[in-house]
Structure formats: structure tokens, C-alpha cells
């Protein structure tokens, strides 16, 4: 029973998010044929069988039973229904077909739009509402490098300064900069070690080794408190919010990684404590802002791990709403950008098709991690699901958005319409490739898990 419900919950949290992205897509098709003036015959969420349907006017609007995708049927149109009865007579004003090219190419491609638009409002909101926080990073830049990690590999040492990322200087706030930074066709860290510059070569297929590990390996985060929990042992102790510790039993824990793995492997016995106040990082033994203190971990019941009571220190920011429009755009430019890129270097043969492309099952299980995780995750995942469906519709294959901007493309240039037949079997070919697609990605998935 149990097996059930949780399969119907990641059923439930993906159809949401196809639903959402399917009816915003055709949408856009539908209001761009509405304001030019075309006939559009249905709008239907779902494929059929038919649940529902109700005629307003010269639309009927449909549900399907198989929530795979939607269509627009507009009057005068080839599209994947294969349709063709009404090229047999003149077309009538209202039709498709009868529009000038413009229109057609603003038709066609306003689902794509509409999807990029959703992205964006979608960033935007999450900005509004939420903000933007990250934990503090390091003031010089510096790294802790986890041993066995791709950064260590690569060469990156703990201490290292980051000093840029393939050519573009680092920002450890940067986030998105950084990751399209990192893909780059020949990924190099250049960094300062104790004062000497060193230029590092990442691999080829960075992506796929960053999927196979997981992380890059590198953290920026001090040992800077950020909270004390009440009655805990830091608190007792006298720490305060932006102290940075700065040993535990003599030895030096710069970074909160560091600091954590000696907390909890005390197992519970007293650790002499070094911080400092903000304002003075030295060691000096004279220096009024250096506190020692001997702190006692407790092993907390939820996890059995030892722990004293702090948070790593917070950086927020707030957006207005003018703020959060244009940081909505920015987001989805940049996650734009860095799925095409991604998908190139896939195509490309540059990373491992298998390992970086995922099908229905894996958006399943990702849609439902991000709803466990609250509104504001799965939010974030239906604006990057949005853009890549923006992304696949638009490539030029027959079937999809993109084929058919293709063939309007050639009569813009040509000034006359592609071969019927030549059309045909591609759109053909092309639900054929689309279909053999999808049954490879749903038996990866499954390989995949």
C-alpha cells in the first residue's frame, strides 16, 4: 500500500508540472492564432482518449487521458495529425495556411515564448517572494578541496584561491556565472597558491564527471557562526552570531567543513575552543577580540551526530519588484544558455549521452524531490523544466516547433511552400525518431535507478 501512494505521489507531482508547462505552451499558440484572426478547431490538455470536452464558440476545449503533451488544432494547418483533407480546396481567410509567413513564424514559435515568459515570471516571483540567500563564503576566496573529489583531481588544493574559471574571474556568490564558466570547451581554474599563480586543466566532459561525483568537491564556507540554538553548548559557552572559530584543540579549522568533522568526531568529549570577534582575525595571545572556551558536544537524537548548537552565517538579499523582474530575466538567460550548452556538448559527443539526458521517469523523481522540499523548489524546477521544453520544441526536427519554423523558413526565403510529400514523410520520420527517443529515455531512466 505504502509502494502505491508513492508512486502515485510522483504520478501527481509531475502530471502537476506537465499540466502547468503543457497549457501555457499551447496557449501561446492559441492567443497568437486568436489575434491574428485564425480558426482554431481545439485546444486540448492531454492526448485522447477524451475525458472532457465543451465547445465555446468555434473551439472545443478538451482533456485527454494521456497527460503527455497538448496540441492546438488550427484550421489549415499540416501538423502531426497528418491532416490534409482541407488542401484539396482554396483557402479560406481564417485558415493557417492563408496568413502571411510572418504570422505563421510569430504562431509557431509562441508556445516556445510563452514557455521562456513562464520561466521568467516564475524567477521573477521566487525572487520577490523568497529573496536570495547563500551561505558566507570566505573573504580571500580561498577553498577546502574534499580529498577523492573532481576539484582534487583536477589539481585544486584546500587553500587555494580561486581566481578565475575558464578566462572569467570567480565569484563565489556568482552561482550560474560560474557554471557556465565551468562549461566551457577547454575548462581551466586558475588559481593563487601561497602566492604563485597556477593555471589547472579540467576535463573534456566536465558535466559528466561532475554527474558521476555528484559535486565539484570545493567549499567556500568559513567557520563563521551564524545562529546558536538555545541552551546549547555554544550558547553556554558565549558565542555569538559572526564569530569565527578558529581552532579546536590547537588545530586550525578555517573552513566550516573542517570545523564540523572535528566537532562531531570528539564523539562528545570537551574541545578547547578558539574564535574570534568580528573585526580581528589574528591569533595574537594579547588580542581582546581572541576567546577560549572548553565546549562540550551533545549527540543530537534525530541524527546521533555531535553537535554544539550554531548555523553557518547567512548572506540575504531582497528584491523589489522591479529588482526581481529584471533578476527573473537574468536567471532564465542564464539557465537558458547553459542547458543549450549542455545539450551541444551532449549532441556533440563532447559528454556522455546517457549520463546527462533524462526522460520522464527521472523529470518524474526530480518533480517530486523538489515538492518534498516546499513550494518555492518545486517552483524552481517547473521554470527549468519550462525552458528545456522552450529548448526541445524549438530544435529543427519534423513533429515539433521547430521543424515546422523550418519549413516556413525555406518558403520565406523561396517564396513557395515546401513539397506536400516532402513534408509528410518528414513529419513522419520525424514522430517516429520522437517516439524511439522516448522509449530509449524510459529504459535508461530505469537502468539509471
Known sequence: MESVLEILSYVGWVLLAITILVFVHEMGHFLAAKFFKMRVERFSIGFPPKIFSKTIGETEYQLGATPLGGYVKIVGMVDESLDTDMLNNEPEPWEFRAKPVWQRIIVITAGVIFNVILAALIFAALKFAYGETQPVATDDGSVFVADSSLAYDIGLRTGDRILQISGTPYDPYSGLESLDALLSDTPTFTVDRNGQ????????????????????????????????????????????????????????????????????????????????????????????????????????????????????????????????????????????????????????????????????????????????QGARQFWFIVAMLSITLAIV??????????????????????????????????????????????????????LRL
Open 197 to 372: 599563480t597556477l593555471t589547472l586543466q579540467g576535463p573534456d566532459d566536465i558535466m559528466t564527471q561532475l554527474t558521476r561525483a555528484g559535486s565539484l568537491g570545493i567549499d567556500t564556507t568559513p567557520s563563521m557562526v551564524g545562529t546558536i540554538m538555545p541552551d546549547s553548548p555554544a550558547e553556554e559557552a558565549g558565542l555569538q552570531p559572526g564569530d569565527r572559530i578558529i581552532a579546536i584543540n590547537q588545530e586550525a579549522v578555517p573552513f566550516w567543513i573542517q570545523m564540523t568533522r572535528a566537532i562531531r568526531a570528539s564523539e562528545g568529549t570537551p574541545m578547547q575552543v578558539a574564535w574570534v570577534r568580528p573585526g580581528d582575525q589574528s591569533l595574537a595571545a594579547d588580542s581582546s577580540n581572541l576567546h577560549v572556551a572548553t565546549i562540550t558536544p551533545r549527540q543530537d537524537d534525530a541524527s546521533g551526530q555531535y553537535l554544539v548548537g550554531i548555523t553557518w552565517a547567512m548572506r540575504s538579499e531582497e528584491f523589489g519588484l522591479g529588482e526581481a523582474m529584471v533578476a527573473g530575466m537574468v536567471d532564465t538567460w542564464l539557465n537558458t544558455k547553459l542547458i543549450t550548452t549542455n545539450l551541444k556538448r551532449v549532441f556533440t559527443g563532447q559528454e556522455n549521452f546517457r549520463e546527462n539526458i533524462g526522460g520522464p521517469i527521472a523529470v518524474a523523481v526530480v518533480t517530486r524531490q523538489a515538492a518534498e
Open 393 to 446: 520544441n524549438i530544435l529543427p526536427i519534423p513533429a515539433l516547433d521547430g521543424g515546422h519554423l523550418v519549413f516556413l523558413i525555406y518558403e520565406g526565403i523561396t517564396r513557395r511552400e515546401p513539397s506536400l510529400k516532402v513534408r509528410m514523410v518528414l513529419q513522419q520520420v520525424g514522430m517516429v525518431l520522437l517516439l524511439s527517443l522516448m522509449v530509449f529515455l524510459i529504459f535508461n531512466d530505469i
